[in-house]
């Protein structure tokens, strides 16, 4: 028996196809049929996978020049924000990068390239740096 049926792809393009087979389609809802053997699905299934690659890239690379640019250590970045942490919960944030500043100079970091680097992310004041800041350091 011939059935018209709408195969579409997982990328939601569909078109009208004269199918003899019902064992390669699938039902799927509104009366469109997903063909699991059609050489265009496979394709846009390569082409997903592709694009997971590429974009796994592109993140790996990202990451790389996120922390090539770091203008300290990493593990400077995370005691800070532990500093921050405790710091804020028991004083409000001044507006001021003042307990991050306190913590750069105790511990001889560069104080004027960290506040630059941080303000060019978003981290004008303590609680900012937490809030901007904090969760760029989370995956890397
Ligand atoms: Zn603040």
């Known amino acids: 028996m011939l059935n018209k049926a709408i195969i579409r792809n997982k990328d939601g ?13 699938n039902k799927g809802s509104n009366n469109t049929y997903y063909c699991v053997t059609d050489s265009s699905f496979m394709k846009s ?3 997903k996978l592709r694009q997971r690659q590429l974009m796994k890239e592109f993140q790996r690379k990202e ?6 640019g770091l203008p300290m250590e990493i593990t400077g970045f995370l005691n800070l924000f532990d500093v921050l942490n405790e710091k804020l919960g028991i004083e409000e ?8 500043e306190q913590f750069l ?10 506040v630059l ?24």
């Not at 990451?63 to 090539?68: G, P, Q, R």
């Open 45 to 47: 299934e390569e082409e």
């Open 13 to 25: 393009k569909g078109y009208s196809k004269n199918v003899n087979d019902k064992a390669f389609i």
């Open 117 to 140: 680097w941080l303000n060019e992310y978003g981290g004008y004041c303590d609680c900012e740096v937490l809030f901007n800041i904090e969760e760029k350091f989370e995956n890397l």
């Open 105 to 114: 100079s105790i511990h001889q970091l560069p104080l004027q390239e960290v």
């Open 63 to 68: 990451k790389e020049t996120f922390i090539s």
């Open 93 to 100: 944030c001044d507006h001021t990068l003042r307990f991050t």
